[in-house]
């Protein structure tokens, strides 16, 4: 069997939704009906820190049956420059898939280049294709639906940006997402995103205007604003995103039943404002718990039997 990495949302192109809806059986049935992963071992390489994704693969594998190893490349031969090809090729001898956090997109794709088991991205410097299935069946279990609906991002262009992009264009949903000048999503990404929503029958607006943005919209979702290895640039980056912080006064726009998304760690009081990220349309941690929903669906459909 040709193996299957996801090391982008478009590597879910054809069936985004038939996962996101496993992911919301599996939630349904909790323990029961969870199909056994018995014996099947994933191995977890994290090159930057985690809660949510290493939290929810592991216990996730645990539930069903099988096993998960967290991998610190400097506990591993990898940290004294064994490559990545190399590495590859030896945990997939032990292996039935491999994780990677990883600071390089081309990394994680070097490592599924010479892996002979699934890869899955969990998040490099472009995407963060987990973080896409959760949300998207988080929505789904609020509306109902996925197509149709406004999706607003306010904030950086970054790998959650990209993804979401992906991932709402795929599925039907309308995507608006505004940041300040010079930090907008990568080109790729609008321009595949686009493609695509001509397909989906979506619609797909950048802008630099947030409150036009957030107009109609019925989520509303952010991210931090220095993500993990752009320490360096915090103190620009704080002055320059002030007016995308997400507040009392941003939501006003939207609609009056939206609902508020973050994929965490949020940095309340800088991205978002308490009073959102606590108010009744927050729906952060019911988004959170469905890591490990999704993450079933995820490791079911790559490695499941
Ligand atoms: N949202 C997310 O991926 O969180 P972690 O960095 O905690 O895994
Ligand atoms: N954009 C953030 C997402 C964290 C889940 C980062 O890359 O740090």
């Known amino acids: 069997m040709v193996k299957r990495d996801i090391l982008s949302v478009l590597d879910m192109r054809n069936d985004l939704e038939r996962i996101v809806d496993l992911g919301l059986q599996f939630k349904r049935s909790r323990y029961s009906e969870i199909p056994s992963m018995k014996n099947r071992v994933l191995g977890m390489i994290f090159e930057k820190p985690s809660t949510r994704t290493r939290i929810s693969l592991e216990t996730a594998m645990v539930q ?9 490349p400097n506990d591993m031969q990898m940290g004294r420059g064994e490559t990545i090809e190399d590495t590859a090729r030896v945990l997939s001898g032990f292996l039935d898939a491999i994780s990677y956090r990883a600071f390089s997109h081309q990394n994680v794709a070097r490592l599924a ?32 639906y996925l197509r149709g ?26 995507i608006t997402v505004a940041t300040p000048k010079g930090y907008e999503p990568g080109e790729f990404y609008v321009k595949k995103a686009t493609e695509i929503s001509h397909e989906t029958g979506s619609r797909v607006s950048i802008t630099n205007d947030p409150v036009s943005a957030v107009k109609d919209a019925d989520v509303v979702y952010t991210d931090v604003w220095v993500s993990m290895g752009q320490e360096k640039e915090r103190e620009e980056k704080e002055a320059k995103f002030r007016e995308f912080q997400v507040n009392e006064k941003l939501v006003s726009n939207a609609r009056r039943d939206f609902i508020f998304m973050h994929c965490l760690p949020a940095h309340r009081g800088l991205e978002v404002t308490d009073g959102v990220a606590d108010s009744i349309n927050s729906v952060i941690f019911q988004q959170a718990e469905n890591r490990l929903h999704s993450a079933k669906a995820v490791l079911y459909t790559l490695i499941g039997f």
């Open 149 to 174: 609906l406004n999706f607003t991002y306010v904030g950086d262009g970054n790998n959650m940006a990209n993804s979401l992009l992906l991932g709402m264009a795929i599925t039907g949903v309308n």
């Open 64 to 72: 069903m049956g099988g096993h998960a190893i967290y991998l610190n």
């Open 113 to 144: 280049r010479y892996a002979k088991v699934p890869v899955i991205n969990a998040l490099d410097d472009e995407e963060h294709p987990l973080q896409i299935v959760a949300d998207l069946m988080t929505i789904k279990e609020h509306f109902g």
